[in-house]
């Protein structure tokens, strides 16, 4: 049995040909690594080769091929099948409450709150499984989070779980992980911080690391307490419904007052107000980076305040089974609310009549409408893309000109044997060695998860997952050929690894046993995301929340949720779109609210 070599079509490539591998699976042990989890390597077949831990060996027998890429065809629809389907039974000539495009969180949570609110929703996702940027994938016993291990709003109180309360609308609900490290900070001049589940233990820590500043510490974070207390003390729904605005004005007046004081503000801001160590300020940088990928004069106080407060709050908890657990809950619990969710359905266009959004059309000719359009994906892949960019809305425009597409990432995911790590090492971290100035620069910081600290499941028996990423811009990676693409990954990747092993863990790449490594095209293909972006970033200096868009558009009937919209990028950030979405459309359809286990949202 051997490896067997054929041609794929890629439109990466400009629609050339290229000749790839599949099959001549590595042992776990051995001391070639697997490394295919992009789409300049692989075909199509990766899809579910990645998702179901696929390994072919295959013959190399000239006569046989093309009767295995046949049985191949086969095997991967079977698979694919057995998670998410374009062949079910969706009928073309219903005219759907709404239609989702993507099945992001935000979009997840949108279409689930509607459904439970009776509205009939058909949520429409160009992948094979749902999650976007918080899906999963599996390969030789691993199970991977495509994106970020940190989950924020996913605790048992308040009104900010948002992520709990969405699950428990439809019936779900997750065992979790309790994580007592939010994150461990490796950072210039030997700064060590550990951000603790305790608040307290997490501010006698950095004041014991900056103890000329513990009034200006005390205060800063106090201040991101207030904002958090006032958004937790409220109902959360659309900030463009009207009525809804009054009620809680009404019912909170000075927590409505506080908020929009904030509003306009950026936490780099207030932090100068109490603290003037050059190094502390560059601390809350860090953590702020973290938040929104600039630095903390760029980030909303609003949104910095909802993070910094809610891992001490409701803390920081890992999902059994993974990240991914989430979105296939939803989308489990949207399907058992009588909604439907189409994979690989590639929207290509929204359906425009008379300048109102009243349907969509797929890849593949199919059309479906509904009385309103919800678009996952980005500002700029919806009026850019799904929409003709020259007839762009004013208001896009202005959007356009206020915020670009933040850079993309690199991400590597490791296997590794386990003994590398030491016993107490935390799960997550953030790196950034030597240069303060580094910070928002490409490959400047790393992030790493270790998810296998809290789930050993995730993994083989003796080994732990590594997802490292790393900022990186698409323009660096393209006009390569294959050949130069590949090596490029591989030094890059190189660099990164050996920079951890420095810094963290010593003999870390030799105990490697897998590798996976995916660029900002890679994202883009396979999340569907301009550029790979990972959501808005300022020009310049905003004015806090100000810019941000909400759901509605200049386009009658087409709504968007997600990180191009208020309040922005990150989970808790995207689940609380999705929650103000639903509560917008649900109100423009007539729809009365009746969340079962979520009654905080009833009206």
């Given amino acids: 049995m051997g490896t067997l070599n054929f041609m794929f079509p890629n439109s990466l490539l400009d629609g050339n040909c290229k000749i790839v591998a599949l099959g001549g699976s590595k042992l776990r042990n051995s001391k070639k690594i697997s490394s295919c989890f992009d789409p300049l390597r692989i075909g199509n077949c990766t899809d579910v080769q990645q998702l179901h831990g696929l390994n072919l060996g295959l013959n190399k027998t000239k006569g046989r091929k093309w009767g295995i890429v046949s049985q191949l065809k086969a095997v991967v629809d079977k698979g694919v099948e057995s998670y998410g389907s374009s ?18 969180i935000g979009g997840l949570v949108a279409a689930t709150q509607l459904a439970v609110k009776g509205a009939k929703v058909l949520v429409l996702e160009k992948y094979v499984i749902p999650g976007g ?32 309360q969405a699950l428990a609308a439809v019936g779900c609900k997750l065992e979790v992980i309790p994580d007592p490290t939010t994150v461990h900070f490796h950072l210039p001049n030997d700064l060590s911080v550990r951000v603790h589940r305790e608040y307290d233990d997490f501010i006698q820590e950095l004041v014991s690391k900056f103890p000329h500043e513990k009034e200006g510490i005390i205060k800063f974070y106090s201040e991101c307490w207030k904002i958090f207390n006032s958004l937790n003390s409220l109902e959360l729904k659309s900030l463009e419904e009207p009525i809804y605005l009054f009620g809680q004005f009404f019912k909170k007046p000075l927590e409505c007052l506080t908020l929009a004081y904030y509003l306009p503000q950026n936490a780099g801001d207030i932090a100068r107000k109490y603290i003037k160590d050059p190094g502390l300020l560059a601390f809350i940088d860090a953590e702020c980076f973290i938040v929104s990928t600039v630095n903390a004069l760029q980030t909303p106080m609003i949104n910095a305040s909802m993070v910094l407060c809610d891992r001490h709050f409701g803390g920081i908890n890992y999902p059994v089974g993974g990240v991914g657990e989430i979105a296939k809950s939803l989308a489990k619990g949207l399907v058992n609310q009588g909604s439907q969710i189409l994979y690989r359905a590639n929207v290509t266009s929204i359906i425009l009549d008379n300048g109102k959004a009243v349907g969509v059309k797929l890849s593949n000719g199919r059309k479906f409408y509904a009385k309103t359009i919800v678009s996952n994906a980005t500002r700029w892949d919806t009026f850019g893309k799904l929409l003709k960019a020259e007839n762009l809305p004013k208001e896009e425009e202005a959007f356009q000109k206020a915020y670009v597409k933040a850079p993309s990432f690199l991400s590597i995911h490791l296997g590794v044997k386990a003994d590398v790590l030491p016993p107490d090492t935390d799960c997550h971290h953030f790196t950034l060695e030597d240069n303060w100035t580094n910070l928002e620069k490409p490959y400047g ?18 080994h732990h997952i590594l997802h490292i990423f ?9 006009g390569l050929s294959l050949k130069d693409y590949e090596a490029k990954k591989e030094l890059v990747a190189e660099r990164i690894i050996s920079r951890l092993e420095k810094t963290l863990f010593p003999g870390l790449k030799s105990s490697i046993v897998f590798k996976e490594v995916g660029t900002p095209k890679t994202h883009r293909r396979y999340l569907a995301r301009d550029s790979g972006t990972y959501g808005p970033m300022p020009r310049g200096t905003p004015k ?6 909400f759901n509605t558009t200049a386009i009658d009937g087409l709504y968007c949720v997600g990180d191009s919209c208020f309040p922005g990028q990150g989970v808790i950030a995207v689940a609380f779109s999705g929650v103000m979405c639903a509560h917008r459309v649900a109100a423009d359809l007539g729809k009365h609210e009746k969340i079962r286990g979520a009654g905080q949202w009833s009206s």
Avoid: H
């Avoid at 790393?470 to 393209?478: A, G, L, M």
């Avoid at 806090?544 to 868009?549: A, E």
């Fill in 87 to 104: 062949d079910v039974e969706i009928d073309e000539s219903c005219c759907y409450d709404a239609i989702v495009i993507g099945s992001g």
């Fill in 133 to 164: 940027s918080s899906g999963f994938y599996q390969r030789d016993g691993y199970t991977f989070d495509v994106g970020s291990s940190v989950m924020f709003g996913f605790s048992d109180k308040g009104n900010l779980n948002l992520i709990t």
């Fill in 445 to 462: 910081s790393i992030f790493l998860s270790i998810p296998t600290v809290l789930d050993s499941s995730l993994a083989p028996e003796g």
């Fill in 470 to 478: 790393t900022t990186s811009s698409i323009e660096d990676w393209e």
């Fill in 544 to 549: 806090g929340l100000l810019g941000m868009p």
